[in-house]
Structure formats: C-alpha cells, structure tokens
C-alpha cells in the first residue's frame, strides 16, 4: 500500500459520517458497518444529546473520530480533548483559529495521549461548507486557498502534524508532511449536499489525502453496505 494510503489510527481510510439524529439508528448503522469502513465520525447532533457513555458505545464497534472542533481557551480545549480521548477517540477536531497558544498546547497533549494508543488531534482550516462568497466577512478579503495555507502553517509551527481540509486544498498541503482528512467526498454522480468543494475517493487519495470522510453518500443509498464497500474498494483499486 503507498504510503498515503495510510489511514492509522484508522482501519482504513474510509471514516462514516454517523450523521444521523438518534443512538437506534447510529448503533443499527455501526454495527452494520463496522467490517468495511475505517472507522466511524461523531459530532455534536449525537453528542450532546446522548452523552460521552454514547461515544464509548461507538467505539466498541470501530476507530471514532470525534469531530466536535473545539474552540475556546487553551485548557478548556484541553480538557475537552482529554475527555474525548478518554472516551475512546482516536481522532478530534479543533479549529486551527484558535491560535498559537492553544495548538502548541494541542501538540504537547496529544504527544501524550499518542503514547498510549494511536491518536491524533486535527486542526480545522476552512469548512468545506463555505466558498469564496461564503466567507466570513471579518477574514481577511484573500483567496480560500490562502487562508488553507496559512492556517495550515500555523498548525505546523505548533507542532501539530494533522489538518482537516477541503479536497481541493490537497494540492497545496500534500508536500508539507501532514495527516490530511478530507471530508466532502463522494462518487461524481451523488449529490453534493452542503459541501461546496468537493471530489472523488480515488482522486483524494492521488492528491494526498490520508483519511476521506463520507456522509450521505453512504447514508441515503438504498444497499448502505454496498455503497460503504464501493467507497472502500475506489481507495484499493490500481490507478
């Protein structure tokens, strides 16, 4: 396997999006799932309704990537983060504006939770849910690629090695040396949804990707487990 296939410390590098509104569902679909995905993405929609006791519930079943991007001062951030590893996480999402301070602070938890069992905390650049009129209006008036990249610097300079970007960012990050997970991913002919930059699992993987997230692509498909596996087959099959 090349080497940006890698997916640690997920089984592979297909994450399910488990964006679905209650635990029934959540564990119905994990427990279908947990055979062929990487591993399963939670985020606030089930985690403040059903708790951390839900989480732990998850991870029995596969790797949990805890997206809940947290933002705040640097010991509330590390709190949060220590909870969340200690539910069984294996990766969590914070936002790369929450500065310096706070990612050096990131980087020295997270090189020691990674001693325990693989773990990763990733930095947030820009939502892919946002384009270039979609931008906040107190960012600074640059490119959307720019802003990638500068967050992307600053995440490295704090010595954090893990960035959360758009597919069509992989270009200018796929030479600096970091764990890139990439959410809107999805086959050309599936609906984009929200995501507004978005691309294939095959191309992804080719630009540099390390772990893909995927959503409703799988999750509204009529045979799930086919479509989960389709997913998973498009990252081994030979270019």
Known sequence: MKKNLRAEPMRNPIILALDVDTRDQALKIADSLAEIVGGFKLGPRLCLRYGMDFVKEIAQRGPIFLDNKHFDIPSTMEAAVRASFDAGASLVTVHALSGHEALKRMAEVEKE??????????????????????????????????HVTELAGLVKASGL???????????????????????????????????????????????????????????????????????????????
């Open 113 to 146: 939770l990674s001693q325990k069992r693989p773990f990763k905390i990733l930095a947030v650049t820009i939502l892919t849910s946002w384009d270039q009129n979609s931008l906040p209006g107190n960012m600074k008036p640059q490119p959307i690629a720019q």
């Open 161 to 239: 090695s893990s960035v959360v970007c758009s597919p069509h960012e992989l270009d200018l990050l796929q030479n600096q040396d970091l764990y890139l997970v990439t959410p809107g991913i999805r086959f050309s002919m599936q609906d984009s949804g929200d995501q507004k930059r978005i691309m294939g699992p095959k191309e992804a993987l080719r630009k540099g990707a390390s772990a893909l997230v995927v959503g409703r692509p799988i999750l509204e498909a009529k045979d799930i487990k086919e479509t989960a596996t389709d997913f998973v087959m498009a990252v081994y099959e030979e270019k």
